[in-house]
């Protein structure tokens, strides 16, 4: 079963939504299903992931947290939102409206 919570602020336009990376998930994957809930489009109709950050890199430093029970976090931005990704299979969306367009 998928687990998205969203939230929001009252006097904020802006939208949170934070997702757990489900078993044999790939974390690129978690990634674009917390993107697609936060754009409320399909997953399909998202751009690659690949053009804004390094996957494999990202899917090694992740495996490499857990494997050492390190922690680490890696927050990248995406057109007008900003993803955190952690090393507990955790991943937030927010959009951040005050992003200039790239």
């Given amino acids: 079963m ?3 919570n969203h939230s929001r602020r009252p006097d904020d336009d802006r939208v949170e939504i934070r997702t757990v990376r489900e078993e044999s998930e790939s974390v690129t994957r978690m990634i674009l299903r917390g993107l697609s809930v936060v ?3 399909p997953i ?3 751009d690659p992931l690949y053009e804004q ?3 494999e890199a990202l899917d090694s430093l992740l495996t490499h947290a857990e494997g050492t029970e ?3 976090s890696v927050e990248f931005t995406t057109d007008d939102h900003t993803v955190v990704v952690t090393h ?3 991943v937030c969306v927010r959009t951040d409206d005050h ?3 790239t």
């Fill in 99 to 101: 992003l200039a367009p």
């Fill in 88 to 90: 507990r299979d955790c």
């Fill in 70 to 72: 390190s922690t680490v």
């Fill in 39 to 41: 754009k409320n489009v």
């Fill in 53 to 55: 950050v390094e996957t």
């Fill in 2 to 4: 998928v687990h998205h």
């Fill in 44 to 46: 399909r109709e998202l």
